[in-house]
């Protein structure tokens, strides 16, 4: 499950910088991009956070 919230965080950081850079797939939209770059960021610490109470 942690790894799953780390893989889809990456996914959507990738695509709002897809996004910032060519227009695609959401039509740049700076300011919905940088709040999918923060919620990807979040969830990934969060799973990081869960990671190290695991080990």
Request: charged content about 15%; proline content about 2%; cysteine-free.
């Given at each position: 499950?942690?790894?799953?919230s780390?893989?889809?965080?990456?996914?959507?950081?990738?695509?709002?910088?897809?996004?910032?850079?060519?227009?695609?797939?959401?039509?740049?939209?700076?300011?919905?991009?940088?709040?999918f770059?923060?919620?990807?960021?979040?969830?990934a610490?969060?799973?990081?956070?869960a990671?190290?109470?695991i080990?």
């Amino acid at each position: 499950m942690i790894v799953a919230s780390w893989i889809v965080a990456g996914v959507v950081a990738a695509a709002a910088v897809a996004d910032m850079a060519i227009a695609f797939p959401f039509n740049r939209q700076i300011v919905m991009d940088v709040m999918f770059l923060l919620g990807a960021g979040l969830v990934a610490y969060l799973a990081f956070d869960a990671f190290k109470d695991i080990r």
